[in-house]
Nanobody, 113 residues
Framework: GQLVESGGGWVQPGGSLRLSCEAS?????????MGWYRQAPGNERELIAQ???????LYADSVEGRFTASRDNAKNMLYLQMDDLKPEDTGVYYC???????WGQGTQVPVSS
């Protein structure tokens, strides 16, 4: 099974990005809660958003109200809409499938002016 993130890139403070995470066909995507994690430079990887198989979401306080996780089970796709980005949102963003403990390779999101 494989997870592949995309959509990262440099953005100015206040800007928006939409990250995607595509699960390969052999990932039990429809049966797996999914998570988005962020690793800032020099810091440990932290959980920022979770979404259950039926779309219930939970967010870290640091991103609540600015980030929105969603999923399309028919397409094996996970998304993270990030709005009003701040410099402290800078980091490498990873998706994770809890069923099978799979991680993506990460996508960089630098937020700076």
């Amino acid at each position: 099974g494989q997870l592949v993130e995309s959509g990262g890139g440099w953005v100015q403070p206040g800007g928006s990005l939409r990250l995607s995470c595509e699960a390969s066909p052999d990932v039990m995507f429809n049966y797996s809660a999914m998570g988005w994690y962020r690793q800032a430079p020099g810091n440990e990887r932290e959980l920022i958003a979770q979404i259950t198989t039926d779309g219930i979401t939970l967010y870290a306080d640091s991103v609540e109200g600015r980030f929105t996780a969603s999923r399309d089970n028919a397409k094996n796709m996970l998304y993270l809409q990030m709005d009003d980005l701040k410099p402290e949102d800078t980091g490498v963003y990873y998706c994770k499938a809890y069923f099978g403990h799979l991680w993506g390779q990460g996508t960089q999101v630098p937020v700076s002016s």
